[in-house]
């Protein structure tokens, strides 16, 4: 008796190109924020949503990628999108972003935990995690600040 296997390929395709005003390397936190807001308008979203701008050895902007969509107080992402995302991309790091609906850009426990977890997770694959930033209205807050201090 003969055993199949079904082989498969993961191909990176090309939906758009987009064209935004905001620096395409990332420097810093307002960077990143300057970034999300150009080609997600996070700052203005009704509902809580996660995001990944991808980038390579140069911290070039080389992909953003939308990991979760949530309500008006939540948004759940799995690590295993963002990875996804990030080998796709052929990125060797991410920043995390997410915004507060609320304009109040004060990360909740949970906000630091998944930073903790996304960045011991980046760690162990080789795919750094440099930041998670919190975006309020015309303001942010940069979780791997804050826990610095």
């Given at each position: 008796?003969?055993?199949?296997?079904?082989?498969?390929?993961?191909?990176?395709v090309r939906e758009k190109d987009i064209e935004y005003d905001a620096p395409h390397i990332i420097t810093c936190p307002e960077d990143a924020v300057e970034v999300a807001n150009a080609?997600?308008?996070?700052?203005?979203?009704?509902?809580?949503?996660?995001?990944?701008?991808?980038?390579?050895?140069?911290?070039?902007?080389?992909?953003?990628?939308?990991?979760?969509?949530?309500?008006?107080?939540?948004?759940?992402?799995?690590?295993?999108?963002?990875?996804?995302?990030?080998?796709?991309?052929?990125?060797?790091?991410?920043?995390?972003?997410?915004?507060?609906?609320?304009?109040?850009?004060?990360?909740?426990?949970?906000?630091?935990?998944?930073?903790?977890?996304?960045?011991?997770?980046?760690?162990?694959?080789?795919?750094?995690?440099?930041?998670?930033?919190?975006?309020?209205?015309?303001?942010?807050?940069?979780?791997?600040?804050?826990?610095?201090?």
């Amino acid at each position: 008796m003969k055993n199949y296997l079904t082989l498969n390929r993961i191909k990176l395709v090309r939906e758009k190109d987009i064209e935004y005003d905001a620096p395409h390397i990332i420097t810093c936190p307002e960077d990143a924020v300057e970034v999300a807001n150009a080609i997600f308008d996070m700052e203005n979203l009704a509902e809580e949503t996660m995001i990944a701008l991808l980038l390579d050895m140069k911290n070039h902007v080389i992909g953003a990628h939308e990991l979760s969509h949530g309500t008006i107080d939540c948004s759940i992402a799995n690590p295993r999108e963002l990875f996804k995302a990030a080998l796709l991309h052929n990125a060797s790091s991410a920043i995390l972003c997410h915004n507060h609906p609320s304009g109040n850009p004060a990360p909740s426990l949970d906000d630091i935990k998944t930073t903790e977890i996304f960045m011991k997770l980046g760690r162990m694959m080789g795919i750094e995690v440099f930041d998670h930033i919190v975006i309020g209205y015309q303001t942010y807050i940069s979780i791997k600040e804050k826990l610095a201090k």
